[in-house]
């Protein structure tokens, strides 16, 4: 099975003070703009970061629910964030880690089967396996 999902970014102009938009085939995002004070200044906007880290919250919490059903568990809730670390080295910019943190509330599991699950969701998560940056886990069982 091959599953093809499409995005697409336009951008005009030069580095800093140019613009971009990214698209996605589902309008889940239209034109979004983003540009280079979005990216390093902190101004309000997304970046490719942040969209790194929302494929990979999500992701991860959808490969976490598909590991917890098959140890025979369902979660109420799961709530996770992923932190992405972009640093500047001699080669320009990379993602070097990300940091997962999740957040489950699963009506009688163990701690010890949970922490199974989220890390075999850590490992076989397709964003996981995707990235060449180091992934760190976070997991939290909520009462």
Known sequence: MSIT??????????LKTGQG???TASGSLG????GFKNRFEGEPGTNPEELIGAAHASCF???LSMMLGEAGLTADSIDTQATVK???DDGGFS???IHLETTAKIPGADDAAFQ???NKAKAGCPISKLLNAEITLEAKLAS
């Open 31 to 34: 034109k979004t703009p983003y």
């Open 21 to 23: 938009s990214v698209s």
């Open 61 to 63: 919490s959808m490969a």
């Open 5 to 14: 999902n499409k995005a697409s970014a336009h951008w005009q102009g030069d």
């Open 95 to 97: 993602v070097t880690a």
């Open 86 to 88: 972009l640093d500047q």
């Open 116 to 118: 199974d699950a989220a």
